[in-house]
């Protein structure tokens, strides 16, 4: 079982780069997320996804963008990355959107920009 | 939006009982209580989740106060493996940003 598959494992970036941090997710689950997570601040929901075609932001959007063209992938871009964009960077999924639906989690992205 | 209070951290030896409690006073009736842990260098991991009543599984238990302000995460017989971060999450629908918080939680140690 794969799960919630998160690619690529590490990146360094130079500011001003782009990049897309790949998530996809073999269950056929209907809701998924991004989250980033800094030393002392716990996970922050980036954007979220509830269905293909259908996405929404989160508690800190600025600077990401992400779309959801099929249920099982859910890409997140930076546009033009910054150091404040230095994080580690989850994905997780869920079958419903159901509050007793729980979540699951990639092994997450590590990001540097400098 | 309910919020939540755990303790920073704790620790506990290696195969005794484990109880990590959580409050979270301001709760609406129809919040599931979930749990989560996070091991070093991982994404966070499900344990467990409930309502009202009790709740068991293979990781660990869940017991939830009558006024559900407050619930507490039993883990049996600790082991190493089970040193990581645990969250404490009430929360009822995905489709808010703020209605899932993940806070600090509670970093356990356990001491062989």
């Known amino acids: 079982n794969a799960g919630v598959t998160q690619t690529p494992k590490f990146q360094v970036l130079k500011t001003g780069q782009s990049m897309t941090l790949q998530c996809a997710q073999d269950?056929?689950?209907?809701?998924m997320s991004w989250y980033r997570q800094d030393p002392g601040m716990g996970l922050r929901l980036i954007h979220y996804s509830v269905g293909a075609g259908i996405t929404d932001q989160g508690e800190v959007p600025n600077g990401y963008n992400v779309s959801r063209s099929t249920t099982e992938d859910f890409p997140l871009r930076l546009l033009s990355a910054a150091p404040s964009q230095t994080s580690v960077y989850f994905c997780?999924?869920?079958?419903?959107?159901?509050?007793?639906?729980?979540?699951?989690f990639g092994n997450g992205t590590r990001l540097t920009v400098t | 939006d309910a919020k939540t209070t755990q303790p920073n951290s704790m620790e506990s030896n290696e195969e005794e009982p484990v109880h990590l409690p959580c409050n979270h006073s301001t709760i609406s009736g129809t919040d599931y209580i979930h749990w989560y842990r996070q091991l070093p260098s991982q994404g966070p991991e499900y344990v467990i989740h409930?309502?009202?009543s009790n709740v068991n599984n293979r990781m660990a238990s869940l017991a939830i106060a009558e006024d559900r302000k407050s619930s507490t995460l039993i883990l049996h017989r600790a082991t190493l493996r089970d040193a990581a971060v645990y969250y404490c999450i009430p929360y009822l629908m995905k489709t808010s940003y703020d209605k899932v918080i993940f806070g600090p939680g509670t970093s356990l140690s356990v001491i062989p």
């Open positions: 997780a999924s869920s079958s419903t959107t159901a509050p007793n639906s729980p979540l699951h």
């Open positions: 409930g309502l009202t």
């Open positions: 269950m056929n689950h209907e809701y």
